[in-house]
């Protein structure tokens, strides 16, 4: 099949060429106006218990709640004198109608949780209106933009606040980071082919691949919400996926061209070859992050769905435009050679020093496979004392001003309103009848009891309805964690209900979701690389290796982010501090991510080992073939994941910098440990098991290109 499409290509090259490029100016034109049609949230599933709490309190209390928090301080008056009041009033007085639902101020609750402990700043909290957070955030943006005080210095946060911060620092660093991955990646394909045509072509088809991809995304914003906050994520999917099969797919092509009498003979043995390990990889990749659509959770699906897309644009555009620039450049490719600094000026170098480690390691197999194990397993040592928590504040930049307010409200306030763990109780008669008053004080002598609980307070009382508010400590703590736990196992109040909210109860729906349907993605995950990868190499054996090695080298992964992020080493070197905690999803997507990697170089070695072995049958020389052959490629590869990453991890938020430390750890050592030691070591002592099929296989010969 590949081969008549090789063939194809090649007979239809211009048409090919102009059709695809048409097509892709379509949708990379869509790509430029898709930012305004994602959306805001989808951190959690849409009925998780902390959602539902939140809907119960905008429908039935507005003021027991607040989305944005309007912290206003003085340097000169106190919340007690009336000249402070009527500002806050005022401001508040004059925003625009139709925005806000419900305010609740010092001055109209008589809270003392909204008075600093100078009393010179105050809290108002905002009910927005909007039926989604989406329409909350951009009403936000408008309250934001008409609050106006003279004498007040006003600061935002709240979980609007943070979430709206979030996605504006998203916006900005995509821009910047792609003006600045572009280039570095064209350097690094320049020491990898010393030809400026064929270094430019990788690059060229890996923007061409996100353009289109984020062109694509539009009309599915459709049939689906897609989370604002997954762009970045899969921008560094698409563009190092893209950039590393095109690459596979150039360097086959000057390889076939010494070897071949034609290009129209090296472009379709190209085709067939690498392009078929790059459509089997992408197709691979792209089922294993569809993984991630089994968690009911919009940011989850998002990442999973579009970065499928892009993978699947990847498997077209490597077996059809690439092609065609091939063979309409043909021996072009090498134009503008660049000569490295003599030093470096070693023909055939790669391909001697990964012959020397595959002769290395298959002399030595078993003390070299323990040594690796062994390390790999201390580097995910961390992980196993990882703690996950909701995002929060920490995940924005320090000097970001939505992290200043959040902190000022921890420092400044006696009952700081984001570590609130926020009770939403349904009672069975009204609240404001004598036996509704009763039932409202019992329960909230009752939640102060909990261990663990400092302070619990009743915010807002009407109709059936009561706010409570208990404090114990920090959101992310373990102890706001066991009292979220404690309140839920509760019996609520006689024909009631109780519903628990805050950021500790994100963080523990998080959490649950993730562990009741891991083990679904794991098994989906499991077995689609095992399909794929039986399918392309006719092997029982090496799939089950290849899952096995993924694994481990995850845990080094993990462990790392774990040891940088949540413990706080050598945090100033990826731009960071110290979060005390990983975001609850980073585990799964980063999984997923680094698995996809994993199938990835795990296709490019296998597939030059399985070539070799169908030539001449010999375990030991087709595994120190394969290396030779695939070693410069996929380290090239790795060293253009790596670049992208280490650009992306520059990101002011937290989570995308996590998930690029983390993939950059894991594409590092999967580069390194697993591909030069791991995986030869143990195909060596697995000998002729590595090749049992339960079909037997006819020994194939390469098959040379003939034009009708």
Known sequence: MYEALGRFVVRHRRSTLLLGLGLAAIAASLGFSSFDRFTYGGELQRDAESLRAAEEVRTHLPQGGADVLVIYRSTR????????????????????????????????????????????????????????????????????????????????????????????????????????????????????????????????????????????????????????????????????????????????????????????????????????????????????????????????RSIGVCAALAMLVGAVVCVTLLPAVLAVLGHRVDLVRFRLPSPLRRPGAGDRFWGKVGRAVLAEPVGYLIAAVVTLAILTTPFLHTTLGYPDQRSLPAQNPARLATEQLRDDFALPAADLVQVVTRFGEPVDTPDGKVAVGQWTRQLTTIPGARIAVTAAAAGHHAVQYVYSGAAESATALDTVRRIRALPPPAGGEVLVSGAAAMALDGYELLRDRLPVVLLFIAVTAFLMLAALLKSVLLPLKALVVSALSLGASFGALTWIFQDGHLVWLVGATKTGYLDVLQPIILLVALIGFSMDYEFILLSRIREHYSETGDNNASIVAGLQRSGPVFTGAAVVVLVVVAVFASSDIVFIKQFCVGLFVGVLVDATLVRAVLVPSSMRLLGRANWWWPVKTARTEPRQFRPN
Not at 209 to 233: H, K
């Open 77 to 300: 008056q106190t919340i007690d004198d009336p000249g402070f009041r009527a500002e806050v009033e005022s401001s508040l007085h004059d925003l625009p109608t139709g925005l806000v639902v419900h305010a609740v101020t010092y001055w109209n609750s008589g809270a003392l949780m909204f008075a600093s402990g100078d009393r010179r700043a105050t809290v108002a909290g905002l009910t927005l209106t909007g039926a989604n957070e989406t329409e909350r955030t951009k009403n936000y943006q408008r309250v934001r933009a008409a609050l106006r005080t003279e004498a007040l210095s006003v600061a935002y946060t709240g979980p609007i606040a943070v979430r709206e911060a979030m996605v504006t620092a998203t916006r900005e660093d995509m821009a910047r980071t792609e003006m600045l991955a572009f280039p570095l990646i064209f350097l690094v394909l320049l020491l990898v082919f010393r030809s400026l045509v064929a270094a430019l072509l990788p690059v060229v088809t890996g923007g061409l691949i996100l353009a289109v991809t984020l062109g694509l995304m539009r009309p599915l914003t459709e049939l689906m919400d897609i989370s604002v906050l997954a762009v970045n994520s899969v921008a560094v999917l698409a563009l190092a996926v893209a950039v590393d099969a095109a690459l596979f797919v150039v360097s086959r092509f000057r390889e076939e061209l010494a070897r071949q009498s034609t290009v129209d003979e090296a472009v379709v043995v190209t085709v067939a070859t690498a392009g078929r390990t790059g459509v089997f990889s992408c197709l691979t990749i792209a089922v294993v992050i569809l993984g991630l659509t089994f968690i009911p959770i919009g940011l989850t």
